[in-house]
């Protein structure tokens, strides 16, 4: 049984470009969650998602940011014109339920912009 | 969220018992308290979540006394592998909106020594 996958492991993007980052959760899960890691700090989350909905987007940025988690397919998180703030590593993690016990992370993206 | 305290860093040798501490002294009355485990350039790990007294699974041990004000997270006789950074997190006591969002501190950085 597959873990949470993300692609792509690492990303580099110019000042300005498009960053585009995909999550496959566990099989059998239907929530997913994104979090932004900076340099030696903990995770912070950022938005909640489930199939074809978005639950709780409080920890995202009002601009540039976008997530999404359609019918078909991986979670998208998408960051547009970005700088060189949006660098970190950014973690999607999955749970079978919104109040399951525990959330099962991905390896994460690490964006580096330069 | 109950705002937690816990050791920037600790060091231990090979073989030894670590026993790291985390204070939430304005812990909930509805609040668990997880510990996740984080390997460098990977996303963190589930390893044990209590609500009072002992828990115990192949892992680690987790110890909450009675006021829950603090907790500490028991690995015994650790080895290299167990290098990482350990978070306390407290909440996801409660079904209402945002128990979902783990939020992360800097955590504890253990280093085995060999």
């Known amino acids: 049984n597959a873990g949470v996958m993300q692609n792509p492991r690492h990303l580099v993007r110019r000042r300005g470009q498009e960053a585009r980052l995909r999550c496959s959760p566990m099989k059998g899960h239907s929530h997913v969650y994104w979090y932004r890691q900076l340099p030696e700090e903990g995770l912070k989350f950022m938005v909640y998602?489930?199939?074809?909905?978005?639950?709780?987007e409080s920890g995202m940025p009002k601009e540039r940011f976008s997530a999404e988690f359609p019918k078909e397919g991986p979670s998208i998180l998408r960051i547009q014109q970005v700088v060189r703030g949006d660098s970190a590593a950014y973690f999607c993690?999955?749970?079978?339920?919104?109040?399951?016990?525990?959330?099962?992370f991905g390896p994460g993206t690490r964006l580096t912009v330069l | 969220l109950a705002k937690t305290t816990q050791p920037i860093s600790m060091d231990s040798y090979e073989g030894q018992e670590v026993n790291i501490t985390c204070s939430h002294n304005?812990?909930?009355?509805?609040?668990?308290i997880t510990w996740y485990q984080q390997f460098p350039s990977q996303g963190p790990r589930f390893i044990i979540q209590g609500y009072k007294t002992k828990v115990t699974n192949e892992v680690a041990s987790l110890f909450i006394p009675a006021d829950r004000k603090s907790s500490t997270l028991s690995l015994p006789r650790v080895s290299l592998s167990d290098t990482a950074v350990y978070y306390c997190l407290v909440g996801q006591g409660d079904s209402g909106a945002g128990s979902y969002q783990l939020t992360f501190g800097k955590g504890t950085k253990l280093s085995v020594i060999p």
């Open positions: 304005n812990i909930a009355t509805n609040d668990y």
């Open positions: 998602l489930q199939k074809e909905n978005i639950i709780d």
């Open positions: 993690a999955s749970s079978r339920g919104a109040q399951s016990v525990e959330q099962f």
